[in-house]
């Protein structure tokens, strides 16, 4: 190798900031030996984090998915029972109906905002459907009026699937409680983390008491070692939720940096808007931009995957858009017609959006994806 060839940085796709209190609280943690679920951690983030959401309720899990399953664990999900869910998703919004033993069924998005497509939703409401969960995906919200007055219209739960939206806003209110419950994730990659971690959040205190229930192994909270149900041990660590505490003390921070990104790459994609749709932002929106992901157009002549590889060898780690529920295996549908979630899957990229990123990386990112596109 030629060694006077300065080897470039990798841009990785996402990950943490962990510059304001983290260190200081997980120090905290170990040196008064409170390591457990016990602690001051997990009380405070809780407390902070359903200020941040403007809610009565923010119970605090081990991951994601566990905050989704007693979701539905709360709100009665029974087997046999359906759940609409956008086939766009991350497969834990699909898992979690399994788990119950209900069965998700599947409705197509809106090609702008990658969310659950409102008209889409009553063909698929039956006898046997409970509710529905909306996805904010990559961080737009989803069209909560809409997804509202159809649960109201045939009785049914809302559920917002939160784990990439933390902060963002539909009609001025906070994504966490414009359902009945939500259920956010903390892992390494996500807007706000603890590593692995989730949370519940709830207006309904009858609901909040239940999920508070299941998520401590079903222990009676009147009498120790004494189980009236059948609960999990979904809690959160202190460890983790010192992390969080830390995280969300500079939340405002952490989001205003991702919307200035998300304003850069959309500077400097303006000139190539013939080959790639930056991500819309509905007027009544404001997308938190968890991952900033772009469509490719008809005018491409490469594939997307390899649009992909040629930016992995440029040292630029992106990601593809997830693959719809009804193309995996568990969930494979023959027959089933989601043309726009296989639009966007098909075109979708992930570019690198985080905190780390400066702006001479941004401008990386989308030189980089310039040339590859007009070579
Ligand atoms: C990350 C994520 C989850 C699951 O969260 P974990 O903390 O990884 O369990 C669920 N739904 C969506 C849409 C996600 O992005």
Not at 23 to 52: H, M, P, W
Not at 238 to 250: C, V
Not at 276 to 297: D, F, I, Q
Request: hydrophobic content about 40%; proline content about 5%; overall charge neutral.
């Amino acid at each position: 190798m030629n060694s006077s060839i300065k080897p470039r940085r990798n841009i990785a796709v996402g990950g943490p900031v962990l510059d304001g209190n983290e260190a200081l609280y997980v120090q905290e943690c170990l040196r008064t030996n409170s390591i457990s679920s016990v602690g001051r951690f997990v009380a405070d983030f809780e407390r902070k984090f359903a200020e941040f959401c403007s809610v009565r309720h923010a119970i605090s899990t081990c991951n994601g998915t566990c905050a989704l399953h007693l979701a539905l664990i709360a709100l009665g999900l029974k087997p046999g029972d359906e759940v609409i869910v956008p086939t766009l998703t991350y497969v834990a919004t699909a898992n979690v109906v399994r788990y119950c033993g209900g069965r998700p069924v599947l409705v197509d998005v809106d090609r702008t905002t990658f969310n659950i497509d409102p008209a889409a939703i009553e063909a698929k409401v039956g006898p046997r459907t409970r509710g529905i969960i909306a996805v904010h995906l990559y961080g737009h919200p989803a069209e909560m009026d809409q997804v509202r007055r159809i649960a109201q219209r045939h009785q049914l739960f809302v559920v917002e699937d939160a784990s990439e939206a933390h902060g963002a806003e539909y009609r001025g209110a906070r994504v966490g409680g414009l359902g009945g419950c939500a259920a956010f994730s903390f892992y390494g990659n996500k807007i706000v983390t603890t590593g692995e971690g989730g949370m519940v959040t709830t207006n309904d205190d009858v609901l909040a008491d239940k999920v508070r229930l299941y998520r401590g192994q079903g222990v009676s909270p009147h009498k120790r070692y004494w189980f009236d149900v059948v609960g999990y041990n979904y809690r959160m660590m202190n460890l983790a939720a010192a992390i969080g505490l830390a995280q969300i003390e500079r939340v405002d921070h952490h989001l205003a940096r991702r919307r200035q990104i998300a304003a850069h790459c959309d500077a400097q994609l303006a000139s190539l808007s013939e080959f790639v749709l930056s991500p819309g932002e509905a007027l009544w929106a404001r997308h938190a931009y968890w991952m900033y992901t772009v469509l490719l157009s008809d005018k491409v002549k490469k594939t997307r995957d390899e649009i992909l590889t040629a930016l992995e060898d440029q040292g630029i780690e992106t990601r593809p858009v997830f693959y719809p529920m009804h193309q995996l295996p568990p969930y494979r549908e023959p027959g089933g017609a989601y043309p726009n979630a296989d639009y966007c899957a098909s075109r979708g990229i992930c570019l690198p959006t985080h905190g780390r990123l400066t702006d001479a990386d941004i401008e990386r990112v989308c030189t980089t994806l310039r040339h590859i596109l007009q070579a």
